[in-house]
């Protein structure tokens, strides 16, 4: 799954969810159901720029509430 934000690295995800910022994630493509809770797999920069970082996260309602 991505994030709604195109973040270039997880530094820079963390961060953002370390300073308060809500941060939303979608499933693109339509190939699987997007999840809205539960235990994700995060990965980033967005497509077509290659993955660099991959984290784990949980969400409630599409919105990351841990991020590890």
Request: proline share 7%; glycine share 10%; aromatic share 10%.
């Amino acid at each position: 799954m991505y994030t709604n934000i195109n973040f270039r690295t997880k530094k820079d995800l963390i961060a953002s969810f370390k300073a308060g910022n809500q941060i939303g994630t979608h499933q693109p493509g339509g190939m699987f159901p997007s999840q809205k809770n539960g235990n994700i797999c995060l990965e980033g920069p967005h497509y077509p720029e290659p993955h660099r970082w991959y984290a784990s996260a949980t969400i409630k309602d599409g919105i990351i509430t841990k991020v590890k």
